[in-house]
């Protein structure tokens, strides 16, 4: 069954701190992986995407990495910011059809 | 800012009723996806349109349809509501219906349904 997994479920940390997100998939055969932030009632917004040879991606303060062999990526999040506040939502998407599955997202409180 | 735009942003509805939210799609993409948002979930995929067909379809009762027109906007329509249809429905356009097909999404329409 194609999954997607995202932990923690929700996290809360200092301003100025890294935090680090993760994604586990079951999706198959792979073909590219994204992560999204999601402001509260608002649209996700594309962070990065990442396909099968790419191990690693940047985005200003936002570093996703992919290691394809045990399916799973993290996002990293350097010197966070109170904007960092949001919903972060793993999207992997396989070969064919319309196998495009959606974690459940980590919320991500930043405290001043 | 996408470029993508939903309307209305929000709306109330009761068990039972019809409703129709509708999406203009970014400039030069003829693929539009929905999605429904339950609070607290990742979106779950709806159904697809490109270029006026229907393309794809998830999970989800025929009472939820949809339109795409020439100028690639959409419309979603979902009849009979129930309660559990309460959701943030987002809209995404793409370039194309491939799996690489970056998708861009709008600021979606929350849907209370009493």
């Known amino acids: 069954k194609n999954q997607v997994e995202q932990s923690p479920q929700s996290l809360i940390i200092l301003e100025g701190k890294n935090c680090t997100l993760q994604?586990?998939?079951?999706?198959?055969?792979?073909?590219?992986l994204r992560w999204y932030k999601q402001d509260t009632g608002r649209g996700p917004v594309s962070l990065t995407i990442?396909?099968?040879?790419?191990n690693t991606k940047s985005n200003g303060r936002y570093t996703a990495t992919l290691d394809a062999d045990t399916k799973q990526s993290s996002l990293h999040i350097t010197a966070s910011q109170l904007s960092d506040s949001a919903s972060y939502i793993c999207?992997?998407?396989?070969?064919?059809?319309?196998?495009?599955?959606f974690g459940a997202g980590t919320r991500l409180f930043v405290k001043a | 800012e996408t470029g993508v735009t939903q309307s209305p942003t929000h709306l109330i509805k009761t068990r039972g009723q019809q409703v129709t939210l509708r999406c203009s799609s970014q400039?030069?993409?003829?693929?539009v996806s929905w999605y429904q948002q339950a609070l607290g979930q990742g979106p779950q995929f709806i159904f697809q349109?490109?270029?006026?067909?229907?393309?794809g379809r998830g999970n989800f009762p025929p009472r939820f349809s949809g339109l795409q027109f020439p100028n690639y906007s959409s419309e979603l329509n979902v009849n009979a509501l129930e309660l559990d249809d309460s959701a943030l429905y987002l809209c995404?356009?793409?370039?194309?219906?491939?799996?690489?097909?970056?998708?861009?999404f709008g600021e979606g329409s929350r849907l209370t349904v009493l």
């Open positions: 999207v992997v998407s396989a070969t064919g059809g319309f196998k495009t599955i």
């Open positions: 994604c586990n998939y079951t999706v198959s055969p792979f073909s590219n």
């Open positions: 349109y490109y270029r006026e067909e229907e393309n």
């Open positions: 400039s030069g993409h003829n693929t």
């Open positions: 995404a356009s793409s370039f194309s219906t491939g799996r690489n097909g970056e998708l861009f």
């Open positions: 990442m396909t099968f040879s790419e």
